[in-house]
C-alpha cells in the first residue's frame, strides 16, 4: 500500500457517460497528479492541485474536470465518454508543491467506455 | 522528436545479468524520475535525481546533466524485476512531468 488511494479499482461505463474518479493523498502530502495512461499515447500529465488550488494544467480535455478538497482529497471528473477516454487513470500526490519531495503513486483507476 | 527517450524499447535477458536501461532528454530539467510499472498496473517511484548517482538495493540510477542522459541500473537480475521501467522528467518552473515511452524488461528464470 503506498498511502495513496484511488477508487474505483475498475469501471465500465457507457459512450456519453459522467464518471467521477477518486484520490486520496498520502497522509500529509499537499500537491496532488492527475495522469492518464492510455496504449497509443503512453502517461501524460493531466492537472495538478496544491492545497486545494489547480498549480498545473497538462494535456486535459475540456470535457475533463478536476478538484481538490479541503480534507485534500481529489476528484477528477469526465464527461460526455468517448471510446477513446477508455485508459488508465492515476493520481500521485507529493509533500510540496514542486514535487522535489518526490511522488507516491496510487494503483490506478482502469475505465473502460464501451 | 520526444522530448524523452528511452531506450531499449524492449529487453529480455538471463537472471543474474546486468541490465542498463537508458533515458536522454532534449529540455532543460530540475529532476529527474525512474518508475516501475508491474503487469498489474501500479506505479512505483524508484529514484528521483538531480545530480550523480544514488542507488537503492539492487538498482542504481545515475545522471549526466551535462549529456542530458540517465542511466537505471539491475545488478543480479531476478525475475521479479519484470516490469516496465519508466522515465520522468520535470522541467525547470513546472511540474508537467514528461514521460517516455518505457522499457518492458523481462528477466528469465
Known amino acids: 500500500d503506498s498511502g495513496v488511494t484511488q477508487t474505483p479499482k475498475h469501471l465500465i461505463t457507457a459512450t456519453g457517460q459522467r464518471v467521477t474518479l477518486r484520490c486520496s493523498p498520502r497522509?500529509?502530502?499537499?500537491?496532488v497528479y492527475w495522469y492518464q495512461q492510455s496504449l497509443d499515447q503512453g502517461l501524460q500529465f493531466l492537472i495538478q492541485?496544491?492545497?486545494?488550488?489547480?498549480?498545473a494544467k497538462g494535456n486535459i480535455l475540456e470535457r475533463f474536470s478536476a478538484q481538490q478538497f479541503p480534507d485534500l482529497h481529489s476528484e477528477l471528473n469526465l464527461s460526455s465518454l468517448e471510446l477513446g477516454d477508455s485508459a488508465l487513470y492515476f493520481c500521485?500526490?507529493?509533500?510540496?508543491?514542486?514535487?522535489?519531495?518526490?511522488?507516491?503513486f496510487g494503483s490506478g483507476t482502469r475505465l473502460t467506455v464501451v | 522528436k520526444n522530448e524523452v527517450e528511452q531506450s531499449p524499447q524492449n529487453l529480455t535477458a538471463q537472471e543474474g545479468e546486468f541490465i542498463t536501461i537508458n533515458c536522454s532528454y532534449s529540455?532543460?530539467?530540475?529532476?529527474l524520475h525512474w518508475l516501475q510499472q508491474h503487469p498489474g498496473g501500479g506505479i512505483v517511484s524508484l529514484f528521483m535525481?538531480?545530480?550523480g548517482k544514488k542507488k537503492h538495493g539492487r538498482l542504481i540510477a545515475t545522471i549526466n546533466i551535462q549529456e542530458k542522459h540517465s542511466s537505471l541500473h539491475i545488478t543480479a537480475s531476478h525475475p521479479r524485476d519484470s516490469a516496465v521501467y519508466i522515465c520522468?522528467?520535470?522541467?525547470?518552473?513546472?511540474?508537467?512531468?514528461?514521460f517516455g515511452t518505457g522499457t518492458r524488461l523481462t528477466i528469465i528464470p
Open positions: 529540455v532543460g530539467i530540475s529532476a
Open positions: 497522509s500529509g502530502d499537499l500537491s
Open positions: 492541485y496544491y492545497n486545494g488550488e489547480e498549480r
Open positions: 500521485a500526490s507529493s509533500p510540496r508543491r514542486e514535487g522535489r519531495g518526490g511522488y507516491t
Open positions: 535525481l538531480s545530480s
Open positions: 520522468a522528467v520535470g522541467p525547470f518552473g513546472n511540474e508537467k512531468l514528461t
